[in-house]
């Protein structure tokens, strides 16, 4: 008999299109897979084949941020985001569950409270990281700063400071999530660790994009990218417009950017250079007309067909989005990082620290300073060696398999 997968992650693409990838793989596998969401994920859901139950509650508020509001980017701040999501889930999840007669959780680490659901229903949950993997000790810094580790130093007393703030932002959904598990009879969660898996959280970030642990965690398991194209929509794009020049292609996000200026900017850097501009907006609140006439006379979409034009690439600028980062290292595209929040910093410390390529955070850009940064990954001999040594070393994984094994493995 079949088990029957419960799946939770954030609402967001960049958690959905992996979550989903990882459903489908494990659906071939003879698992059956319910997905858990807002009623706004359900075209995505469906479109790869996944069972959905829609999660609704009209209810669910915001908490106040302890870190000033952006104009950088759109929604919520990302502690919000992922309070609000608990919220819905700890409301509405526990009976959707077991009217779904679930045998065991899929929990993306963005989702701080459906593993109490399983422990509320007595169920087994594995841990799914679409992010830098979570698990809080001072080996490692948090992945909301560009921190790196540093040869001369001792980290762990930086690392400790920056695990500490790491925690006092998310202390008020630990604490929202404690008030459940006490309501459901359970013992409370002691600090963020205590939320996550026992049996296993899988990163789709690979080992050697990752810094090393001197304290190896048993749990932790890196599996690699989650891409599959299943379900994601088949995106135009005018291929008539290519000039035949090196390609450079930039995205800033589908869900946070939304600067006309760092656009232009990005164009007028780009535009020193001997190259072709294809820039994918992600579904911005900016579009193509908004945008008028960009300097070096760009190409210009809300959504490219991302991996065709990687793989036409030489340099891939990005707020480092790891789904982003995973797909130019499997075409072995340098990367000009561009972090703007998220655990887009951590991405962007590991991509300097691997020397694929470099990061200029999102406060400091201008187009002097993008120009040289471009300039540096552009002609750096090491960078392109150490992202085409990085390709060919993780062509032999394939992330959703390793991924899918893990999970028969503590499951079955």
Known sequence: ?????????LPGRGHLYPGT????????????????????????????GLAFRPLVDDSTPLIQSSLPENDRYIGPHPVNTIHMHAM?????????????????????????????????????????????PVYLNDDVP?????????NCCDDRRRNKRGNDLFKRLFAP????????????????????????????????????????????????????SFYNDTG????????????????????????????????????????????????????MSLTPESLGYLTGDPIVVHFAPQMEILRRSVLCI???GLNTILEAVACGVPIVAIPVTDDQPGVAARIEWSGIGLGLPFRNISVVRLREVIGAVLQSEECL????????????????????????????
């Open 232 to 283: 994601r929509p088949t995106v135009e794009f005018p291929w008539f417009r290519l000039n035949g020049k090196p390609i450079v292609y930039a995205c800033m996000g589908t869900v946070r950017t939304r600067s006309k200026k760092a656009v232009e900017m990005i164009a007028s850097a780009c535009a020193a250079f001997d190259l072709q501009l294809v820039i994918s907006l992600g579904g």
């Open 142 to 150: 948090p992945f909301i700063f560009k921190w790196s580790p540093r």
């Open 88 to 132: 819905l889930v700890l409301r509405t999840a526990l009976k959707a569950v077991a009217d779904e007669r679930i045998d065991a959780l899929l929990v993306d680490q963005g989702d701080l409270a459906a593993g109490s659901i399983a422990d509320a229903l007595g169920l087994p949950f594995i841990n799914v990281s679409m992010f830098p």
């Open 21 to 48: 990838a990882l459903g489908t793989r494990l659906q071939s596998r003879g698992f059956r897979v319910t997905f858990f969401n807002r009623p706004i994920t359900r075209a995505i859901i469906m479109a790869s």
């Open 385 to 412: 060696k150490a992202v085409r040594r990085m390709r060919d070393d993780l062509q032999e994984f394939d992330g959703l398999n390793i991924a899918a094994d893990i999970i028969e493995r503590q499951l079955r």
């Open 173 to 224: 959904t630990l604490q929202t999530v404690n008030d459940y598990r006490k309501i459901w009879g359970l013992s409370p969660a002691k600090d963020i660790n205590d939320l996550f898996s026992r049996l296993a959280i899988i990163s789709q970030l690979p080992g050697v994009l990752d810094f090393k642990r001197e304290i190896s965690v048993p749990s932790l398991f890196h599996a690699g």
């Open 318 to 320: 990005t707020h480092a």
């Open 1 to 9: 008999m079949s088990l029957h997968l419960g799946f939770f992650c």
